[in-house]
């Protein structure tokens, strides 16, 4: 056994996979803060191209830089305020700097991509479907935060994930290629066609663009036959969640309330990914 042989050993590997999903999840919440922000730039830049202006010069901000900053009193995160949990845990979930709270999202995130990983290397052991469990779920994991607060599902990860996992699935990693290209086709116009004949029956959107690329991902990942459990999965979270939500404030219908799909895609997609299969044989058995 070589010398880092044992990190993939079944005792080993969930333990190896948790700690690198902490701090991919770490990660996720710089993904989650700024791709917004950075898409809203570009926009900003784009119009004042059309209309024949100067863009406005601003500091470089990407995913990268610059470094992360309390938003009450920008004090500059340090190494040791930045460990996945541990530092949350440590800080008693406020900056060191100004007492300003840290928000739950954070360590969320990071806990939810960590148990993603570790359970995605016990189910799978260590092979391509547990890696391509591992990136699904950190995608959807992003998709889902973004989505929720700002009603944006950007094509940089959507269409990404598409891409994985068509490439992943051409070595069969989760379900054989032809398999996934027709998820690809199908996740996509299943809801294109939904899209269009909800609005040619009300005259209103009824969903963005974005959830027909969300939906493609989830069929180029789990295959064509997932995509009805899919649907039907998200759309009976959705229902549950977004009756909830609706009637919290006043207690009755609010015509404002604005449903985001992408967080009930991704629930049902995670669902499908490693329950998907005794779900659809309990349900067939009962026929």
């Known amino acids: 056994m070589s010398t880092l042989g044992w990190l993939l050993q ?4 969930p333990w190896v996979a948790l700690a690198l999903g902490l701090c991919i999840g770490s990660f996720l919440n710089v993904v989650i803060h700024r791709l917004p922000k ?3 730039r570009e926009w900003r830049a784009e119009c004042a191209e059309l209309a024949g202006q100067e863009p406005v010069k601003e500091e470089t901000y990407n995913l990268v830089v610059p470094r992360s900053r309390c938003p009450g009193c920008g004090h500059a995160i340090t190494a040791r305020e930045n460990i996945p949990l541990l530092s949350y845990l440590a800080l008693r979930g406020r900056c060191s700097a100004c007492g ?4 739950i999202r954070y360590p969320v995130v990071e806990l939810l991509a960590g148990l993603a990983a570790a359970y995605s290397a016990w189910r799978f052991g260590p092979s391509l479907a547990a890696l391509g469990a591992a990136l699904f779920v950190w995608f959807t994991i992003a998709l889902a935060f973004i989505d929720q607060e700002t009603g944006f599902l950007p094509d940089a990860l959507t269409l990404l994930l598409v891409w994985i996992g068509l490439v992943l699935n051409v070595a069969g990693a989760l379900v054989p290629l032809p398999e996934a290209v027709i998820g690809a086709a199908a996740g996509y116009l ?13 005259g209103k959107e009824g969903m963005g663009y974005g959830d027909f690329k969300m939906n493609a991902a989830v069929g180029a990942f789990l295959g064509w036959k997932m995509l009805p459990l899919v649907i039907l999965l998200s759309s009976l979270v959705g229902l549950a969640f977004g009756a909830l939500q609706m009637f919290a404030a006043r207690g009755r219908w609010d015509a404002g ?3 985001h799909f992408g967080p009930y895609l991704a629930i049902a997609g995670v669902v499908a990914l490693y329950w998907g299969d005794p779900i659809v044989r309990w349900y067939v058995q009962r026929l």
């Open 190 to 202: 299943s809801l294109w066609l939904v899209y269009w004949g909800y609005k040619l029956v009300t």
């Open 38 to 40: 950075m898409m809203e």
């Open 10 to 13: 079944p005792a080993a590997l």
């Open 100 to 103: 300003a709270r840290i928000g």
């Open 257 to 259: 309330f604005r449903f």
